[in-house]
């Protein structure tokens, strides 16, 4: 059974960071796909940034560019999201999700409905 165990998330001034991890276990394919959606209240599910485990090429929504960076352990695998510059709007759950693809386009695309995802954690930006 594959699963993913997210952690790092809280509660952070706006300005500040926050390093989001995520470790797979069960999990042995070779070509894939790793990152977060994020989902606030009353706002629909987002794509936040994913990874390709077989040529490390990322996807970073237009809001987090500049600011957040992802990085992939593919021994694990594990992946991390470190955000920097965090704005209130950035307060939601992040989930971590591996999509059996390579490709960070499909990873948007199917990753809501075919994915493996983790738990869930908060990260909450005060003003």
């Known amino acids: 059974e594959v699963q993913l165990v997210e952690s790092g998330g809280g509660l952070v001034q706006a300005g500040g960071s926050l390093r989001l991890s995520c470790a797979a276990s069960?999990?042995?394919?070779?070509?894939?796909?790793i990152g977060w959606f994020r989902q606030a209240p009353g706002k629909e599910r987002e794509g936040v940034s994913c990874?390709?485990?077989?040529?490390?090429?990322?996807y970073y929504a237009d809001s987090v560019k500049g600011r957040f960076n992802i990085s992939i352990d593919n021994d694990q695998p594990t992946a991390s999201l470190q955000m920097n510059s965090l704005k209130p709007e950035d307060t939601a759950v992040y989930y971590c999700?591996?999509?059996?693809?390579?490709?960070?386009?499909?990873?948007?695309?199917?990753?809501?409905?075919?994915?493996?995802w983790g738990q869930g954690t908060q990260v909450t930006v005060s003003s």
């Open positions: 069960g999990f042995f394919f070779d070509d894939y796909t």
């Open positions: 999700v591996i999509v059996l693809s390579p490709h960070p386009q499909t990873f948007l695309a199917i990753g809501t409905s075919a994915g493996y």
């Open positions: 990874i390709s485990s077989s040529d490390g090429k990322t």
